[in-house]
């Protein structure tokens, strides 16, 4: 079995722009796909517990961890095409889709556009199934949130940051996995194509008052497929109500909850999300699929 600390990985060019990505194991394709100011190592536990019998793709996205920060767009249609592309690229039909916040979103869309190469569904925190969102990302879309961000993800407020971060650690406090993969994602902000990037992906789904790009029209007209639903109950950065809005939608979706988890669930109690989301492809994999003229 490959772990992902120890495995370089990938690069592709698509449309002129270096794409990083791992492809790991073989069998039915897992694509996880990460979300703002996320990448690849938030899915690194992921590779270990599936590529004994699966093939894993873990991306960066373009704007974040390794891959390349353009001019461009950075909406959800484009980061979907992109994934599309990759999946080309590697001559890869179908895979399980596994999106958390920003990466639901993409997956959802990936799903409205190109259905037919989708065999599940996995949300994890996802956006774009309600209006809430956190004030910190909200607080991005203000004029002038670029001059503000340059400052607060300068070299020097950062090392003042984790200087205080030390000083608490040696009194007994220790992060939890949302504080932690907060800070790594913010801390890779000190370049201004990453911070233009970030601000350009955060514009594209979340306005002031939230959420600008909601998912539900799509799920509600699109031909069911196998959906697992996870949510952390102490999210806040988007409510886990928002979880229940999907099951009313697809009400066959499978919903679990991980109790007193935050916006990382799979963070938070990976060996348990691990053994979650095999248990869904399998469980699925075992189920006669119905064809499109059932009811």
Known sequence: MTTMTRMAPHN?????????YVDSGSGPVVLFIHGILGSQRQW??????????????VPDLFGHGESAKPLGDYSLSAH????????????????TLVGHSLGGGIAMQFFYLFPERVDRLVLVASGGLGREVNLVL???????????????????????????????????WRPGADIGAIWRGF?????????????????AVIDIGGQSISAHDHLEGALPIPTLIVWGSKDRMIPASHALSVKRALPDCRVELFEGAGHFPHLNDPDRFARVLREFIAADSTQEKPTATED
């Open 12 to 20: 592709v060019v698509l449309h002129g722009h270096d794409l990083s």
């Open 44 to 57: 690194a536990h992921l590779v270990d517990k599936m590529d004994d019998d699966h093939r894993v793709l």
């Open 80 to 95: 979907a095409a992109a994934m599309r592309d990759l999946l080309d690229h590697l001559g890869i039909e179908r895979v």
């Open 138 to 172: 909200r607080s991005a879309t203000l004029p002038g949130a670029a001059q503000v961000l340059s400052v607060l993800a300068s070299a020097p407020v950062l090392s003042r940051v984790e200087a205080l971060g030390r000083g608490a650690a040696k009194v007994g």
């Open 187 to 203: 801390s890779s902000l000190g370049d201004r194509e990453s911070r233009r990037a970030f601000l350009a992906t955060t514009r």
